[in-house]
């Protein structure tokens, strides 16, 4: 029967060429690639043509050209006579650092929310419940627009300020802190900051081992912060003291130009800082708020009943037995939350907060350079999408459920 | 274990005593208050913080909002400190509310735009509501009919052609019609069908084409004049019906097992879905442009719809891949075994099973797509945010209270859309919820 069926097949399948899926398959494909070669085929033409009529030069000779332009908010050297490059380079740290504290924050804030979401107080369980509606329902840029054009304008003035413990400073031109100053000899004490994270980490493995052979527990969190302390303060004292504060300066007398705060002595976050930080953080919180109570009523009841069966308070049944399982539902929407937050700090450019997109538009503005811009802008967003995608990835496969 | 004689014992209880009702601290009100506000100390503390920081926000907000608010006046100087200062300036809305619905749309016209939002109103509450009869035929009627005739409303139609347009789009047609012949021809199939199918869908194409060219006598309306309500939601319900089918077809794609079809997809979806929709935005305004031949003119509102679309196709096909993947392989093979080929396997088996299981999360992301039409407002559109916030700069309403009122008035105004569509997605979810 093999045989003679296997002749007969042979016949069929050589019948019809065009109608064998396969061919069929790569006959779509090739077209559209054709189709697409010629959509970008054609767009370089006429990007070249267009770009030939209003005399544009293509190419990044820009980025080193001097750009003129003063930035309010900068971690690294930068004054008008840098580059465009450099200007960008400012950019781009001032949005990394947006995305950092924004995560950390939201994430904070966020838990708080969705646990008291299922609090059994009833009236916090009910204003977070109402706290995640309304302001998820409301436009993230709305909100930036608030926190900056009406709650922070509503601050006293340049010349008055709020103040908390007198170190504290409140005001419309920025939230005014004390600020480190680094004498010589400082790096003693950053040695010894390491050497202190390397000696907790090591305790906390060393605890963690003993738990896991002894049964007995050690105090890591006490341990961990006495070592912290002590050997930072031996650090700090035998380096000579090299670290001091800077107070802010207020000053009420003299010529009215030059009260209110001295510029450029102690630390001010400016209001667009703060602004885009507060509606940033309070918008994804109410997004993480929901993820995590989605996460912590994925864990069946019966654990937490089991962790209170053996006596375990209800702070560490919740740390101990429903986070960490309630983790492996909330990392994944966790991540796309963290890039949301990281993307939609680019609407800093709609307050001025100098983060990428606002010092690119900038460029953008003076140098007509629209097609290098607009793909550093992709490249580098697309980017740090990469980089916090691979991250947490790794995270959540280190406390994913390993069968066995 | 002793043995009682039943003499020895003074009294043995051979009935039961009847329940006794609970203690009154137990229940009603204050068992309730017991229970769920006073359980711990801890609880306590956090009732009376809880309580006092509902009795802030809520004293605040309608502190604002109503009693020290300013209900009428002519200008500004009503909501000013002498007079007011702490309270929402309602007049300022009022006589702001036309701009905000209309934009700076010619007044004469405005009839218009109120006819596409009352079909548009209509269309919906027809779809939704599920006793309505032929809600197929509203669907579908709201697909089509309903955007051209909004179309030819909101720009006045008489569309002109150049020649080179209608030139390129009958040799574009006569190719497509070339290849609709010769390929079923080579397969040595019948190309009758194919080729009358592929003629009737340019036929169409052509009566829409020929449709929105017809003078109808309306006036010409230019997008510049476009505003407030009227662009929030144009882009937005644009951006809704073009990214339900590019998503599916893209999610569609990338499922394929076609490598390099499922590599363009995978690479458009991550593409867009990587970059904000700011800097898509920005692209669009500046770079379209530049990819136009010479002479194109791309119209500003069209350039900002045509970011939004591509960015929401990308987040649309995410989902309805997650709808997709979440199908149990017995389906495909199932539909497979049955003879079907893969656009009937797609269209009568999968994609209905898969679009339902995802219904709440395509909500959410309209939800996402309506929130974020106020981005346009940073490339120099004027959608209701841009509209409000352009209003700020009004001498004539300048108080200190101004902003806040625009704000306020926005919030509730998004709010109440994002609700009403999030509210919708969770029926739809115990709905469609068929407990397996």
């Known amino acids: 029967m093999a045989v003679q069926?296997?002749?007969?097949?042979?016949?069929q399948a050589k019948?019809?060429?065009?109608n064998d899926p396969k061919v069929r398959s790569w006959i779509y494909q090739i077209l559209l690639v054709v189709f697409l070669g010629w959509l970008i085929w054609s767009i370089k033409t006429n990007v070249s043509e267009n770009l030939e009529a209003q005399s544009i030069a293509t190419g990044w000779?820009?980025?080193?050209?001097?750009?003129?332009?003063?930035i309010i908010q900068k971690l690294a050297f930068y004054n008008e006579a840098s580059s465009y490059g450099r200007a960008l380079w400012i950019g781009f740290l001032n949005t990394l650092m947006m995305a950092f504290v924004g995560v950390i924050f939201a994430t904070i804030l966020g838990f708080i929310v969705g646990i008291a979401r299922l609090s059994s107080n009833w009236i916090i369980a009910r204003i977070a419940t109402v706290y995640i509606e309304v302001i998820r329902n409301i436009p993230l840029l709305l909100q930036i627009f608030f926190w900056y054009f009406a709650?922070?304008?509503?601050?006293?003035?340049?010349?008055?300020?709020?103040?908390?413990?007198?170190t504290f400073h409140l005001?419309?031109?920025?939230?005014?802190?004390?600020a480190p100053v680094f004498g010589p000899g400082s790096w003693i004490v950053g040695v010894a900051l390491i050497l202190a994270i390397a000696g907790i980490v090591y305790l906390r493995r060393w605890a963690k081992q003993r738990q896991m052979e002894k049964g007995e527990q050690f105090p890591v969190f006490r341990a961990s912060l006495g070592i912290f302390i002590i050997v930072l303060l031996i650090a700090y004292f035998l380096a000579g003291m090299p670290i001091s504060l800077e107070y802010p300066e207020f000053v009420t007398d003299g010529a009215i130009f030059k009260q209110g705060f001295t510029l450029g002595v102690g630390a001010n976050l400016t209001p667009e800082f703060i602004a885009l930080f507060l509606a940033l953080v309070i918008y994804t919180a109410a997004f993480i708020g929901e993820i995590v109570r989605a996460g912590i009523m994925a864990v069946a009841k019966g654990q937490s009943e089991a962790a209170h069966a053996l006596g375990l308070s209800n702070g560490f049944t919740l740390r101990l037995v429903i986070i960490p399982q309630a983790m492996r539902v909330i990392i994944p929407p966790l991540i796309s939350q963290y890039l949301n937050l990281t993307k939609n700090s680019s609407l800093a450019v709609a307050i001025a907060y100098?983060?990428?997109v606002a010092v690119g538009g900038t460029v953008l503005n003076q140098t007509g350079q629209a097609i290098e811009i607009v793909a550093l802008w992709m490249v580098i967003y697309l980017a740090i999408s990469i980089v916090i995608s691979l991250i947490m990835n790794w995270y959540n496969n280190s406390i994913a459920l390993v069968g066995r | 274990m002793a043995i009682y004689n039943k003499s020895e014992v003074a009294f043995v209880r051979d009935q039961m005593v009847g329940e006794s009702p609970a203690p009154l601290s137990e229940v009603g009100i204050v068992g309730w208050a017991k229970k769920n506000l006073f359980s711990s100390i801890g609880s306590t503390i956090?009732?009376?913080?809880?309580?006092?920081l509902a009795y802030l926000a809520i004293t605040t907000v309608f502190n604002f909002a109503f009693t020290e608010a300013i209900w009428t006046g002519v200008d500004g100087n009503a909501c000013k400190p002498p007079v007011a200062g702490e309270g929402a300036c309602w007049p300022y809305i009022v006589a702001y509310l036309e701009q905000f619905i209309y934009g700076r749309y010619t007044i004469s016209e405005r009839w218009r735009v109120d006819v596409v939002y009352l079909i548009g109103a209509i269309g919906i509450a027809w779809l939704i509501y599920e006793g309505s009869p032929k809600r197929g035929l509203a669907s579908i009627l709201m697909l089509t009919a309903f955007p051209i005739v909004s179309l030819i409303l909101l720009t006045g139609g008489n569309f002109d052609y150049s020649s080179t347009f209608i030139i390129t789009c009958l040799v574009l047609a006569a190719v497509i019609l070339g290849l609709a012949f010769v390929i079923p021809t080579l397969t040595k199939s019948n190309p009758i069908p194919t080729v009358i199918s592929v003629a009737s869908i340019l036929g169409v194409i052509a009566f829409v084409l020929f449709l929105v060219s017809i003078d109808f006598g309306l006036p010409q309306v230019e997008t510049s004049l476009w505003g407030g309500l009227l662009v929030t939601l144009v882009i937005a319900v644009v951006g809704i019906v073009v990214s339900l089918p590019f998503g599916i077809v893209l999610a569609l794609g990338r499922q394929s097992n076609m490598p390099i079809i499922r590599i363009i997809c995978i690479v458009f979806i991550e593409f867009w879905r990587g970059v904000p929709l700011?800097?898509?935005?920005?692209?669009?305004?500046?770079?379209?442009?530049?990819?136009?031949p010479k002479g194109v003119h791309v119209d500003n509102l069209l350039r900002a719809m045509i970011g939004v679309a591509f960015f929401a196709s990308a987040y649309m096909a995410e989902v309805v891949r997650g709808g997709l993947q979440a199908l149990p392989k017995g389906q495909y093979e199932g539909a497979q075994a049955l003879g079907l080929n893969y656009w009937k396997m797609m269209g009568l088996i999968i994609l209905p099973q898969a679009l339902k299981l995802v219904i709440p999360a395509i909500v959410s992301t309209f939800i996402g797509l309506f929130k974020d039409t106020t981005l346009v407002s940073i490339v120099g559109l004027f959608d209701l945010l841009g509209q409000v916030q352009s209003s700020f700069s009004d001498a004539k309403w300048s108080s200190p209270v101004t902003s806040l009122t625009g704000y306020l008035f926005l919030a509730i105004v998004f709010w109440v859309f994002c609700f009403a569509m999030s509210r919708y997605s969770i029926y739809m979810e115990k709905k469609l919820d068929t407990g397996h």
């Open chain 1, 151 to 166: 709650a922070l304008r509503a601050l006293p003035g340049k010349r008055d300020k709020i103040s908390l413990f007198d």
């Open chain 1, 171 to 178: 005001n419309i031109t920025g939230f005014k802190m004390p």
């Open chain 2, 46 to 52: 956090l009732t009376l913080i809880g309580f006092y």
């Open chain 1, 354 to 356: 100098p983060d990428l």
């Open chain 2, 278 to 292: 700011i800097t898509v935005l920005f692209m669009a305004s500046v770079m379209l442009p530049l990819f136009m």
């Open chain 1, 15 to 18: 019948v019809a060429f065009f």
């Open chain 1, 5 to 11: 069926d296997a002749g007969h097949i042979d016949d």
């Open chain 1, 61 to 70: 000779g820009f980025l080193s050209t001097t750009a003129g332009f003063a």
